[in-house]
């Protein structure tokens, strides 16, 4: 029993040894005053560095979404709660100096409900989100997600959910590029 015990304090502490935890996140607010929508995203996100090409991540966020619609003269607003859970395993692919090219590949969750609405809405992802990530200082990171390979879905007779819309495929527009700093232990 002792020669167990002893075999994995020195893999933790091996482990240990090698690992960084870094703690950081993604904060958005897009506002369109045409449409009169808002949308307001926090994502605080920490993870833990197992080596220099391997860590492990988990991203908990909250989403509002508000619309306001005017329709024959009657207005209505349509408030929208989402909270997400992804967990992620980040490869490093490349180091160029204080530059880094990742690929986040995970599972997320979220679990969204409506104002007025009786029942929440579930969706998911499984995918792959490409990265870059800047090393400004020895303890602080500048990162950008630039992306989504794979498939989300809202479930049924749902077209959009709070990842995006429902599908399969690869998508690179400006929707999807988003920005964060992270703060290395």
Do not use: C
Request: charged content about 15%; cysteine-free; glycine content about 14%.
């Amino acid at each position: 029993m002792k020669k167990l015990f002893l075999t994995l304090l020195v893999a933790v502490s091996a482990l240990s040894a090698s690992a960084q935890v870094y703690l950081g996140g993604e904060v958005g607010l897009w506002r369109n005053s045409d449409a009169k929508t808002t949308n307001f995203t926090i994502k605080p996100e920490i993870g833990y560095g197992l080596n220099d090409k391997w860590a492990l991540g988990l991203v908990l966020g909250y989403q509002h979404d508000y619309k306001s619609v005017e329709l024959l003269g009657l207005k209505a607003t349509n408030k929208v709660n989402s909270f997400i859970v992804n967990p992620y395993a980040r490869y490093t692919a490349a180091q160029f100096g204080p530059v880094s090219v990742f690929l986040d590949g995970g599972f997320g969750f979220a679990t969204s409900k409506a104002s007025g609405a009786d029942d929440s809405v579930n969706s998911w992802q499984v995918g792959i989100k490409p990265g870059v990530a800047v090393n400004l200082t020895k303890r602080l990171s500048f990162v950008t997600h630039v992306g989504f390979l794979g498939y989300q879905d809202g479930g049924k007779g749902t077209t959009e959910n709070a990842f995006g819309e429902n599908g399969f495929g690869f998508n690179l527009s400006g929707n999807n590029l988003t920005f964060g700093l992270y703060y290395n232990f």
